[in-house]
Nanobody, 121 residues
Framework: QAQLVESGGGLVQPGGSLRLSCAAP???????????MGWYRQAPGQQRELVAM???????DYADSVKDRFPISRENAKKRVLLYMKDLKPEGAAVYYC????????????WGQGTQVTVSS
């Protein structure tokens, strides 16, 4: 059973919005709260790239290409991280992966299965 379960991908027109959600149902809350969480994306023929990361305390870092358009947030009590994607552009089309990394041991990390985001008119 997967550690991270993503949802919310789909087809959207340029300029539209989507919200991605990533839940960690198998993690106990204390463990989840010790992980930093984030989103990566991978477009066809390209390398996987960081989109946004959020620390356990809520500090966020973003790729320059999505800053101010893709706010990331986490709901620790629900063991969930959200990515609000606004003003989506065609170059934003990719498979989006949820990522979790332990803050005490960086070798302990998990990936979600990926969710497809398609931006097309």
């Amino acid at each position: 059973q997967a550690q991270l379960v993503e949802s919310g991908g789909g087809l959207v027109q340029p300029g539209g919005s989507l919200r991605l959600s990533c839940a960690a149902p198998r993690m106990i809350t204390r463990t989840y709260n010790s992980y930093k969480m984030g989103w990566y994306r991978q477009a066809p023929g390209q390398q996987r790239e960081l989109v946004a990361m959020i620390s356990r305390s809520g500090e966020a870092d973003y790729a320059d290409s999505v800053k101010d358009r893709f706010p990331i947030s986490r709901e620790n009590a629900k063991k969930r991280v959200l990515l609000y994607m606004k003003d989506l552009k065609p170059e934003g089309a990719a498979v989006y992966y949820c990522y979790a990394q332990s803050t005490s041991d960086s070798s302990r990390d998990y990936w979600g299965q990926g969710t497809q985001v398609t931006v097309s008119s």
